[in-house]
């Protein structure tokens, strides 16, 4: 399992993930930074950054669902038989 993620992250795109997500840490750091936060003030953030999370996670599964139901009922099976058959 390792091996796989040192691969995915010496790839070019791992690369690209990662230095992507070095820039979302480093402008939340930046956008965050407030001379009057303490560390109590850090557990507000965490419990605010845990409710978002959660509240993004419920509104994509909803939207998810509601696009599935959506879309017209396919079969539940495949068929292996040609359609075209000689008479």
Not at 19 to 26: F, H, P, R
Not at 36 to 63: H, M, P, Q, R, W
Request: aromatic content about 8%.
């Amino acid at each position: 399992m390792f091996q796989l993620f040192d691969l995915i992250m010496t790839s070019p795109i791992g690369v690209f993930i990662a230095g992507m997500a070095q820039d979302v840490i480093y402008a939340a750091l930046i956008v965050s930074d407030c001379d009057e936060c303490g560390f109590n003030d850090l557990g507000k953030l965490l419990f605010g950054g845990v409710l978002a999370a959660i509240i993004v996670g419920v509104a994509v599964s909803i939207l998810l669902r509601r696009a599935k139901r959506s879309r017209p009922d396919e079969s539940q099976f495949v068929s292996i038989r040609s359609s075209h058959t000689k008479q």
